[in-house]
């Protein structure tokens, strides 16, 4: 088995500033818990542990739906802010982030494959096609032993 290893070519400034625009200021990301644990161009990564707030059915000790959702279209926004910031590497790193402002939902879906229980959650996002105006996505969620437990697919608007 044949493992990429994906190397990110942006600089750790652009890398910081993006992740604490992220995990910090986007406050309801903060509430989710939400952490970037890989930032690439063509992939991006990160992790919720599960917590009592979070959880949906608590007889079966559940995550919401709502924070699946949450959490692949933030993921979703996110890999398009990255495809944006290697679009434009000529630019220095806050006039890259300055981009980011008119970043926006315009269609989301999900399909939930099997319910979500453990310790913590993987979400996944790759940008599928950055256009002037439009970028779309597709994201996977899984749980901490790898299994898919749900997929979402989202466009966004960019400009």
Do not use: W
């Not at 959702?69 to 802010?81: I, K, Q, R």
């Amino acid at each position: 088995m044949i493992v990429a290893m994906t190397i990110s070519l942006f600089e750790p400034e652009f890398t910081a500033k993006l992740k604490h625009l992220f995990e910090e200021m986007v406050v309801f990301n903060r509430i989710l818990g939400l952490q970037i644990d890989e930032l690439a161009a063509e992939r991006v990564s990160g992790t919720v542990a599960m917590r009592p707030e979070l959880i949906g059915h608590y007889t079966h000790q559940r995550l919401h739906g709502g924070v699946i959702s949450a959490t692949l279209d933030a993921m979703g926004g996110l890999a398009v802010m990255a495809a944006i910031g290697a679009r434009h590497m000529d630019e220095p790193p806050d006039q890259r982030l300055a981009r980011f402002a008119k970043l926006g939902t315009i269609d989301l879906r999900i399909d939930y494959l099997r319910p979500a229980t453990g310790p913590s959650f993987t979400a996944t996002a790759q940008p599928l096609r950055l256009g002037s105006r439009v970028a779309t996505t597709r994201m996977e969620f899984h749980d901490a032993q790898g299994q898919l437990l749900a997929v979402g697919a989202a466009a966004y608007i960019v400009s």
